[in-house]
């Protein structure tokens, strides 16, 4: 198996670390296998879509979805650290409403497995972090919607990244999950 599970608080989420071939060279790792990856979850699953985006330290991005049409996702830092955030709005979960944070960064390379409906944001906290992932459908702007990141009754622990924290005019407009529920 080339990958280590660790289950999260979220039912579904998943961590998974790859295995890292290193020496003093440098290192190698297959960053995605299907069949090891579909192992990893126990079902099958296709990707559609592939996204980079770069950052600065102090940018947060989120907390988004797509409803319908929700999108899973396989996230990972090829370059910096950032405190990566999945939210489960998925009505009738038995986690709906938890919310799991886990450090994303160049040094183990771990990656984290969203299912549809999660709400997904991320925080940057090197002084910059290129962000990838894989999604299992296509970018949909009439279905998008965003959670605020700072949203009281989420109660989201950020960690300080020693900057003014930075989100787009969007995020900053994004609902209050109670808006979800009711």
Known sequence: MAYRVTP???????????????DARGFFLESFNQAD???ALGMSVQFVQDNHSRSAKGVLRG?????????????RVVRGCVWDVAVDIRPGSASFGRWVGVELNDTDLKMFWLPPGLAHGFLVLSD???F?????SYYAPAHEGCIRWDD????????DPGVEIRVSEKD??????ASLVG
Do not use: C, M
């Not at 009281?152 to 622990?157: F, G, R, T």
């Open 8 to 22: 999260t608080d979220i039912e579904g989420a998943l961590i998974l670390e790859p295995q890292v071939f290193g």
């Open 37 to 39: 990856f579909e192992h």
């Open 63 to 75: 907390l988004h979805y797509q409803q319908p049409q929700p999108q899973g996702k396989l996230v």
């Open 128 to 130: 910059s972090a290129d």
């Open 132 to 136: 990838t992932y894989k999604t299992t």
């Open 152 to 159: 009281p009754d989420l109660a989201i622990n950020w960690p």
């Open 172 to 177: 900053a407009r994004g609902q209050l999950f």
